[in-house]
């Protein structure tokens, strides 16, 4: 099986799961119990929250929460920081950030959302014209999960603050964390990060907070993770997150560097039938291209039945036909109907793509034989 | 004291001399709804109880045999010996805690010492002294106590008839096979026939890879739901993929899903008349869409047969909806997986197809091959 659909989730780094599985059976304690076992467990955590907070970003002004996933992070981060006026977001969004920034208009605070460019990036014009001084939040995606384009954080976050000091900012930084270099600057309060998207297992993740901004807790009970995330800590997720982003992080320049060589060759091979969407300078670890004309969910289960799987547009909203944010793109109905997302993970051989690519071509081909 | 549930029969009473028969084919349906919970079922004269259950499991219990056909009403009630003090602690655990009540006897062991209106009585007043907030009212009472004295020292006691399904007991009507698919539709059709008594076995056509394995799984969901009330025990399932690449390739495109219907009668027909089975069901509803005109059902009947029972054909969609929400496979059926890829559906569909024009559209096709090839590619899920 050829895998390229990294970016919905990855194959569990295998030695980072088994120390993780290793370090619970032994210690099966409560992080919270007070006794040496329940320290133990305790002390692990720790060292793996210095762990995965270090990498991003400066741990004496950040802090780290974990969560259940990256979907949890953006909830807490939204609902807990958009309190009051409005709060602005992008047209390029995940599916976490979009529905809270819906829900927002029940809870009494008006959503606005900037358009995006045709790669999938945010017009930051565009979005800092709709701050103003009731903006409480904005939230921008670092790396665009359908596209891969790369949204300059820093720069809008600076220029959103110089606007309103005192407005949040929040970035869903899924696909961006552990995939391309980047320390997280002062004017980003909140961060979500994900850990299946690492070589980590599902049902893990993290946000990132500045460590001066109060965020009131978001789920209630026994006063974990400094109160701000209650329920007994899921030890072996956590643990197996901060094993993996270790190996991650060892190499995230190289296999960067490596994956951005890798893109020209893959789109080479892939014949004309093919019209790539993601832009130059978009995350080396995902592309998005379309065969118009076709459908992209059949091209994939075609693909499937061949041995490579590559993913259509963003999994978590396979349910519509169109994904909302390619139509955000500007993208007609033939283009939107072909897309598949084709994302590559640091094991990702030069053969491997290119007999993916080959497959991709065939797949064109049968479907617009037989149609 | 013993909880029990209370079964009685509906139409099965006037099937004179057949009535042996129904009641047999009545109690094998309510044991196989009650397949996987602890009980036993036994018939006494006129109704069948279900005792021995685990506790806390009396709701689960009526809530199945709620659904099995030939189902008239049923209780949840205790099962006591026919002393007046059994009777009393009983009668107290279903008298409602406030308002009117009255108790209303029913006296089959006809030597038991008082009559129906003396155990009534008595009932009613040692539940009135035991609790002040009671009031009787014997003409219209917000609340009543059954008793009903059994021959072998027993008496039932219960506090409400909840209505059954009615309709006959499932396999005394013939068998049927109904084409299912993930819409609102068919699952209705199967229930109305399963409620008239028939056997409704199951097919279904999928298109993958152009329809996704969230569409079959839907249809497996609803197939489960509806065989609570038909007790279908598998799901037939065959691909028409290639029959739609075909059409799609070789004939107007406007005829699309008038062929494609054609060779989904064929196949089960044939998958029906391998079985036994005696007729196809469908949930086409007149005029609904474009391919369930009168002469869209005309071409489809030309190349079968078996009768086709179309339980739906004269219903408004939103009578079919309130139906399916009843039995409870309208939220399945609104899940958003296609049942047929947007590539195969024409921009404008033949509504009034002549025959002619189909078959000589038809005559591009080798129709044997690509049936027989779907036949091929039949897999059985069981439910």
């Known amino acids: 099986m050829i895998y390229l659909d990294n970016a919905a989730t990855t194959r569990p780094n295998a030695a980072a799961f088994n120390r993780a599985q290793a370090f619970l059976g032994e210690n099966f304690f409560n992080p919270s119990a007070s006794y040496g076992g329940g320290f133990l467990v305790h002390s692990e955590l720790e060292r793996a929250r210095a762990t995965l907070l270090s990498a991003v970003a400066d741990p004496e002004k950040f802090e780290l929460i974990f969560t259940s996933g990256g979907t949890e992070s953006d909830n807490q981060a939204i609902f807990c920081a958009a309190k009051r006026g409005n709060a602005v977001t992008t047209a390029g969004e995940h599916a976490a950030v979009e529905r809270c920034f819906n829900e927002l208009k029940n809870r009494g605070v008006e959503p606005r959302y900037a358009p995006v460019k045709k790669s999938g ?14 903006t409480s939040l904005v939230s921008v995606i670092h790396v665009n999960n359908e596209t891969g384009a790369i949204n300059d954080i820093a720069a809008i976050a600076r220029a959103v603050k110089r606007k309103n000091p005192r407005c949040l900012f929040h970035s869903d930084g899924v696909q961006a964390f552990g995939k391309i270099p980047f320390r997280l600057p002062q004017e980003v309060d909140l961060y979500s990060v994900s850990a299946h998207k690492i070589g980590g297992i599902k049902g893990t993740g993290a946000l990132i907070k500045r460590r001066d901004v109060a965020l009131p807790p978001h789920i209630f009970g026994g006063g974990q993770e400094g109160n701000a995330r209650s329920g007994t800590e899921n030890v072996l997720g956590i643990l197996c997150f901060s094993y993996a982003a270790q190996e991650k992080f060892k190499t995230l320049s190289a296999d960067s560097a490596r994956l951005s060589a890798l893109r020209p060759l ?106 | 004291m013993e909880k029990v549930v209370i079964i009685r029969y509906a139409e099965i009473h006037l099937k004179g001399k057949n009535r042996g028969y129904f009641e047999r084919v009545f109690s094998v349906n309510l044991e196989k709804s009650l397949k996987g919970l602890r009980h036993e079922l036994r018939r006494t004269s006129g109704r069948w109880l279900v005792e021995k259950f685990e506790e806390g499991y009396a709701e689960e219990v009526a ?48 030597k ?26 014997v003409r219209s009472p917000e609340s009543t106590v059954f008793v009903d004295v059994r021959e072998n020292g027993k008496a039932l006691v219960f506090g409400s008839f909840e209505e059954g399904r009615g309709g006959m007991p499932v396999g005394t009507s013939g068998r049927g096979l ?206």
């Open chain 1, 121 to 134: 990036a945010v017009d930051a014009e565009a979005l800092l014209s709709l701050v103003d001084e009731k």
């Open chain 1, 266 to 371: 893959f789109l080479s091979k892939l014949g004309g039938a093919f019209l790539p969407l993601s832009e130059e300078g978009s995350s080396p670890y995902i592309l998005a291209v379309s065969a118009p004309g076709t459908r992209g969910e059949v091209l994939s289960r075609m693909l499937w039945e061949n041995g490579v799987v590559v993913g259509t547009g963003s999994a978590c909203s396979s349910k519509h036909r169109y994904s909302r944010v390619l139509a955000a793109c500007g993208y007609d109905k033939n283009v939107l109907d072909g897309v598949l997302r084709v994302s590559f993970s640091p094991t990702t051989c030069e053969e491997e793509a290119m007999r993916a690519a080959e497959a991709m071509n065939e797949a064109v081909r049968r479907f617009k034989e037989k149609l």
């Open chain 2, 63 to 110: 809530e199945r045999v709620s659904k099995v056909f030939g189902v008239h009403s049923y209780s949840i009630g205790y099962l006591v010996g026919n002393s007046m003090d059994e009777m009393f602690a009983a009668a107290k655990l279903v008298a409602p805690r406030t308002g009117s009540f009255k108790v209303e006897t029913h006296r089959a062991y006809k």
């Open chain 2, 112 to 137: 038991y010492p008082l009559t129906s209106m003396e155990i009534s009585a008595e009932l009613g007043g040692r539940l009135l002294a035991d609790n002040p907030r009671l009031r009787v009212d």
């Open chain 2, 178 to 383: 109904l084409m299912i698919s993930g819409g609102i539709d068919s699952p209705v059709a199967g229930y109305m026939m399963a409620k008239r008594g028939m056997c409704v076995e199951l097919l279904h056509f999928h298109s993958y890879p152009y329809t996704n394995d969230g569409a079959k799984e839907k249809v497996v969901k609803l197939s489960k739901i509806l065989s609570r009330y038909s007790l279908t025990a598998r799901l037939s399932a065959v691909s028409v993929t290639h029959i739609q690449e075909e059409i799609h390739a070789k004939c107007a495109a406007e005829l699309n899903v008038t062929l494609l219907r054609r060779f989904m009668f064929r196949i089960a027909e044939r998958v029906a008349k391998r079985e036994g089975i005696q007729c196809l069901i469908t949930g086409e509803s007149l005029g609904q869409v474009a391919s369930q005109t009168i002469e869209g059902m005309t071409s489809s009947n030309a190349v079968v047969s078996l009768p086709v029972l179309r339980p739906l054909v004269g219903f408004d969609k939103d009578e079919i909806i309130s139906r399916a929400k009843k039995i409870g496979t309208y939220d399945t059926s609104v899940l958003p997986f296609e049942d047929c890829c947007t590539v195969f559906l024409p921009e404008h569909p033949a509504i009034k197809p002549r025959l002619e024009f189909i078959e000589r559209e038809e005559g591009k096709l080798d129709v044997e091959a690509l049936v027989a090839e779907a036949i091929g590619t039949l897999e059985i899920i069981e439910l």
